[in-house]
């Protein structure tokens, strides 16, 4: 089976760990948890440990952008 992912990607992108991305986002830990299990934050699990790349965070708060008129 062909793994998907490039490791040459994981290297040039910062990986974080969910008390980092708690800290960007301005919400508890266990609403970063909740936001991975729901789909909403793409993640990786190493050895039991979330990590998130800052792009995807970075995107995450782009999807969330409100324009007001």
């Not at 039991?48 to 969330?64: M, N, P, Q």
Request: glycine share 6%; with cysteine.
């Amino acid at each position: 089976m062909k793994n998907n992912v490039s490791t040459k990607n994981l290297e040039q992108d910062s990986m974080l760990s969910i008390r980092q991305v708690s800290h960007m986002l301005g919400v508890p830990t266990q609403r970063t948890y909740t936001l991975i299990w729901n789909g909403e934050l793409p993640a990786y699990k190493i050895g039991g440990t979330y990590r998130i790349k800052t792009a995807d965070v970075e995107a995450f708060l782009e999807s969330k952008r409100v324009i007001t008129c």
